[in-house]
């Protein structure tokens, strides 16, 4: 394209210097000067100078074109009954889609023997593959630009929300993928090939214990494996391996030659032949640091033994693909605890080749699989505490490279009014440092960048940035209940607990720094009302922290966590904590924000004195009074009917339900306003 940018230059000045040049030519054109003759030049140049553009226009466009080509294929499909579409998907991969009928075993050696052994079905998925094979499998659809009518999932259903980070992705597994790779620091084209064997969902429900990551090379070797274990507190851990075992020495005719057979069990091809146990196997160890099991501790140690299912060189011939991994627990003395496997119990089979009655039989063989994993860890779970009485580790709060459960939406509401209180903590201050801010909420923005108003007008300073992660939702639902966030982060800072801890900082010292005394701006916030004088007298700091003015029936609405805040300690001087503060001075476009906030915080402090501390049978109890009124209005109908037909009049107790019905609605709003 540059070449063709040149010669198109050369031609332009070319023809104009030769049409001037010509014995013949007009006097006028003889007559032209320098400047005539280069204004001449200026639509060539143009020209020329727009041909990159253009191409990049026409690129995109292409792009574009062939992006709305792959879904109208899909929808064409899906309205006209054809469930053999895939998105993103290269015939040329020797990669596809697998139904794995499994087994998975348990077997404890320390301190007490235990054993057992369910049936168990995974699916392996190309890391990159979007689609369906038949209405038996589906993968990713939600992540698919759909217009119109979405198509509904297959029996069995893989989804990127499930697997690594929280949340969806626009590129579906593989984005998700390159972002979990390059967080390792890892090249993500060194591994271009991936291949993900983990349970479905059937019906949109399943627990996934532990899910399995192919990492190949571009010589379609496999180099590393992402182990992504999760607990039954719906907590989660990943681990990035790499293969520890040493080359088995064969080349890749070698391999080519293994995959069809023909080499023997000596390994006969003219030379020494390694050994057989190791070809295909990735062997890796690590030290444990999640918790799993109520039976074990946080302490010990992992290691992996696991085949690849492609061996070699990703031949997947039908049938041959066999998943069969081993997990070993050692106890920090290395005394080998529990070994778990999950290994193929039948060959593989090709969802592609499943037609009818074949669909039919294996659904119904298959179907209640995933529905009874939590229950069987349930059942053995019992045994071990009844019967072998071990011992019961409560859960310690995740580390900091653990994520932590899914967010409520009471802790949602939450967050988002401690992400602006945060805002304003750091822009008044006057540290030298930059905040980076991870809500830990998978509707949130991953990362939030905060700088001191000292360093804005200075962008060429050195800057130290000081990450604040959130590794569990439950450090909001601890913020609400304090009158003082800074005391909170204080003393957590000056006791760590890592069984306890809620929240990690790359510089504890200088995170501190910041909790260490409430701004001026923070101390304002909390005040009701002001007149003009302390208006005058915070004029910096209005200006460049309006606040909202707060009217009588604003008030009002926080008179409930007023009250509950002045419980423990009436001499109180602020009703309200810093949260609250923030929230009351938002301005009135964060309205439906500030309504979350408070009817969350309201639940949290209420739920301490009618619930245990445990916000969800507040939720079971509004829900009962719903409840209620329906039966109300249900019973008080008749009643109605009655009057309206003049055989029966209403007693006193019909009068009341009649009104209680009448009254629910208003009542019901009324507390909604109020909270």
């Not at 001037?20 to 007559?31: E, H, M, R, V």
């Not at 293994?258 to 146990?277: R, Y």
């Not at 903590?425 to 905060?450: C, H, K, R, W, Y």
């Not at 601890?478 to 005391?487: A, K, P, Q």
């Amino acid at each position: 394209m540059d070449l063709l940018i040149a010669t198109t230059v050369f031609a332009a000045v070319w023809y104009t210097r030769y049409r001037y040049d010509q014995p013949g030519a007009a006097s006028d054109i003889k007559d032209w000067n320098t400047e005539t003759r280069s204004t001449a030049l200026f639509p060539y140049l143009a020209l020329a100078l727009s041909l990159p553009f253009e191409r990049k226009r026409q690129e995109n466009k292409i792009e574009i074109e062939e992006l709305e080509a792959k879904v109208k294929r899909l929808q064409w499909d899906f309205y006209n009954g054809r469930y053999t579409s895939q998105y993103d998907y290269n015939d040329e991969w020797s990669l596809k889609p697998i139904l794995f009928p499994c087994r998975t075993s348990h077997t404890r050696l320390f301190p007490q023997k235990h054993s057992f052994s369910y049936s168990y079905l995974l699916v392996g998925i190309p890391v990159g593959w979007r689609g369906w094979v038949s209405s038996l499998l589906t993968a990713d659809l939600k992540t698919l630009p759909w217009k119109g009518r979405k198509p509904k999932t297959g029996w069995f259903n893989v989804d990127s929300a499930d697997h690594l980070a929280r949340g969806n992705d626009m590129h579906g597994l593989r984005g998700k993928l390159d972002k979990y790779l390059e967080s390792q620091n890892e090249k993500v084209d060194d591994y271009p090939d991936a291949y993900l064997v983990t349970a479905p969902r059937f019906f949109g429900y399943s627990f996934n214990p532990v899910s399995f990551w192919y990492l190949y090379n571009r010589r379609r070797e496999l180099k590393a494996m992402i182990l992504e274990v999760n607990n039954t507190f719906d907590e989660r851990r990943l681990y990035f391996l790499k293969d520890t075992e040493y080359d088995n020495g064969a080349s890749g005719d070698e391999n080519k030659n293994l995959a069809v057979g023909k080499v023997d069990q000596n390994g006969s091809q003219g030379q020494n032949p390694p050994d057989q146990k190791v070809l295909g196997r990735f062997v890796n160890s690590w030290p444990k640091d999640f918790h799993v099991s109520p039976f074990n501790s946080r302490k010990g140690a992992y290691s992996l033994s696991a085949h690849d299912p492609f061996f070699p060189l990703l031949s997947s011939r039908d049938g041959t693909a066999l998943v069969n991994n081993t997990i070993t627990l050692s106890s920090s003395k290395q005394h080998t605890k529990l070994i778990a496997r999950v290994f193929s119990s039948t060959d593989s089979i090709d969802p592609r080749k499943l037609k009818g009655w074949g669909t039919f039989r294996f659904i119904a063989s298959w179907w209640w699989v995933g529905l009874v994993t939590f229950p069987r860890i349930a059942r053995e779970a019992a045994k071990l505490f009844f019967q072998r009485k071990l011992h019961v580790w409560y859960r310690p709060e995740v580390l900091k490279d653990s994520i932590g459960r899914n967010e409520t939406q009471d802790e949602t509401a939450i967050a988002a009014v401690f992400r602006d209180h945060l805002k304003i903590l750091v822009e008044s201050s006057d540290l030298t440092f930059v905040l980076q801010f991870l809500p830990g909420i998978a509707t949130m923005s991953a990362e939030n960048s905060f700088a001191p108003h000292t360093l804005r007008n200075k962008p060429n300073t050195q800057q130290c940035p000081v990450t604040f992660k959130i590794t569990s939702p439950l450090f909001y639902a601890h913020i609400s209940r304090c009158t003082s966030v800074s005391e909170y982060v204080k003393v957590a800072l000056s006791k760590p607990d890592p069984g306890a801890a809620t929240f990690h900082t790359s510089h504890p010292e200088l995170l501190a720094k910041l909790f260490e005394e409430t701004p001026s701006v923070i101390k304002l916030f909390k005040t009701w009302s002001w007149n003009t004088a302390l208006a005058d007298k915070h004029a910096v700091l209005l200006d460049a922290f309006p606040l909202a003015p707060t009217s009588l029936l604003n008030r009002l609405h926080w008179a409930p966590i007023h009250l509950f805040r002045r419980l423990p300690c009436p001499s109180n001087r602020h009703p309200l904590s810093d949260l609250d503060a923030c929230a009351v001075h938002l301005p009135s476009t964060d309205a439906p924000k500030v309504r979350a906030y408070r009817k969350a915080v309201l639940k949290m402090l209420l739920s301490d004195y009618v619930a245990f501390g445990m916000p969800a049978v507040i939720d079971a109890a509004l829900w009962i009074i719903k409840i209620w009124l329906c039966w109300l209005c249900v019973q008080s109908f008749d009643g109605l009917v009655g009057l309206c037909n003049g055989y029966r009049q209403l007693t006193v107790t019909e009068v009341g339900k009649v009104v209680m019905t009448c009254l629910g609605v208003h009542l019901w709003s009324g507390l909604g306003e109020v909270v």
